[in-house]
């Protein structure tokens, strides 16, 4: 699945371990996510897209 976690924790200022923080993860889970390694579960997906006020598609989309 690819994600713009990087790009939106970015543009928002965030570090990943402030990120990882605000999410209530691991800097590890954040570094995954971002790298591809991991999907997230649906309620962690849901996490992201309320902590950068977006859609859960707007951060996730699957792979073609």
Wanted: glycine letters at 6%; aromatic letters at 6%.
């Amino acid at each position: 699945m690819h994600n713009r976690l990087r790009v939106l924790r970015e543009e928002a200022g965030l570090s990943q371990s402030e990120c990882a923080d605000a999410l209530g993860v691991s800097r590890q889970t954040v570094i995954s996510i971002e790298k591809g390694h991991f999907d997230p579960r649906l309620s962690l997906a849901f996490r992201i897209g309320r902590l950068f006020d977006v859609a859960v598609d707007e951060v996730f989309t699957p792979e073609d």
